[in-house]
């Protein structure tokens, strides 16, 4: 990602979290109590945590975000850190309401 739109900014982290936020926000709601998928509470730790826990970057966001804040790059940091938790919280919250969706309602 980087290579394809510069690495003044990391768009490719923040790429990578946000469709991991949407993939535990639709995993999450097809394996709930109320969702269309039978999962173990184990089966659903290990994707949940493991699996998408693994595959976002908190830990690059973070070194990203305190490397732009060093190098006198604010507006980045800033821009970094606000547009991860808004997208990312968007992202969990569309996985969420599309598993809601393609979730059968109760009585059928």
Same mark, same amino acid.
């Given at each position: 990602?980087?290579?394809?739109?510069?690495?003044? *900014?990391?768009?490719? $982290? @923040?790429?990578?979290?946000?469709? &991991?936020?949407? #993939?535990?926000?639709?995993?999450? =709601?097809?394996?709930?109590?109320?969702?269309?998928?039978?999962?173990?509470?184990?089966?659903?730790?290990?994707?949940?945590?493991?699996?998408?826990?693994?595959?976002?970057?908190?830990?690059? *966001?973070?070194?990203? $975000? @305190?490397?732009?804040?060093?190098? &006198?790059?604010? #507006?980045?940091?800033?821009?970094? =850190?606000?547009?991860?938790?808004?997208?990312?919280?968007?992202?969990?919250?569309?996985?969420?309401?599309?598993?809601?969706?393609?979730?059968?309602?109760?009585?059928?």
């Amino acid at each position: 990602m980087a290579r394809h739109v510069g690495e003044t *900014f990391p768009w490719g $982290t @923040l790429l990578v979290n946000v469709t &991991g936020s949407f #993939l535990i926000g639709l995993f999450a =709601a097809l394996t709930g109590p109320d969702g269309r998928w039978l999962v173990s509470p184990g089966a659903r730790t290990f994707f949940m945590v493991g699996i998408c826990g693994g595959y976002t970057t908190f830990s690059s *966001f973070s070194l990203q $975000t @305190l490397n732009l804040a060093r190098d &006198g790059e604010w #507006l980045h940091a800033g821009a970094n =850190a606000v547009l991860s938790f808004v997208c990312c919280m968007v992202a969990v919250g569309l996985g969420y309401f599309l598993a809601m969706i393609l979730n059968p309602t109760k009585g059928n």
